[in-house]
């Protein structure tokens, strides 16, 4: 009996052992597999950390980059020359010019654009239409400014006074778009020619020519000249109809494409 007993317990002790075994491998496995698992998830983690701080990193480079040293576009294209009381014509600015008439000039390289469109809009029934002014050299402006400014202290006003005065109906030398070449002043060069059928004719098609009203009422603010339906400026075809899309004017237009921010 005891025999039987003892033969019972080292059978039971090596069930015992066999399962013990067993479980232990099977821990062993189970605990093995979910540190791998912890492991794998931790890496992932870690890299999809490193490539969120990459981005940051980047996205914060860029704005330090605008904040600090504002990167501007270069503006190369000819067309969209600049000028006004803050951008005035370099003083050696050369410019080729072309005859629209026996007294009238403009940029040899946009004539061809003003001449077609003149010619269109007088096929399409718009015969009363004409160029009042186009270029004028900086010298000719600059003597109109002197012989203004003499006038006025002739009639003993100071010379702030004369040039107040002047300045009322006169661009200083240099900073008339006139003196680039490539805006025209149509008809009487007054504010009836918004109620004329060329005026209607221009705002649909001009953008087609490459021309822009280039001093519209809404954007007085923004260019400094009150509105003028007769001043048309030239800045090349595919220019005016984005121009035209985004409604904005030449200084707010050039600023987009310096910059990459839209004002509106
Ligand atoms: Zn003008």
Sequence with gaps: MKENEENKRMIENKRFKIIAIFVLVFSIIIITIGIVRIISSKNKKISKESEETTINTQAEGNNTIEVVLPVKKEITDWRLTLVNKENPLPEDYK???????KTRQFDKRAIGELN???????????????????YR???????????????????GKTTKEAEELTLEYLNKP???EHNLGLAVDFNNVDEGFENTKAYEWLNQNAKNYGFILRYPEEKA???????????????GKENAIKMNDLNMCLEEYIEYLETGNSLT
């Design 95 to 101: 410019i080729e010019l072309s005859n629209i008439d």
């Design 116 to 134: 077609t469109m003149l010619k269109d809009m007088k096929a399409q029934g718009i015969q009363n239409i004409w160029v009042q002014s186009a």
């Design 137 to 155: 050299s900086v010298e000719y402006q600059q003597n109109l400014y002197n012989n203004s400014i003499n006038k006025y202290l002739k009639q």
């Design 174 to 176: 240099g900073e008339s």
């Design 221 to 235: 603010n923004i260019t400094g000249i009150e509105y003028e339906p007769w001043h048309w400026r030239y800045v």
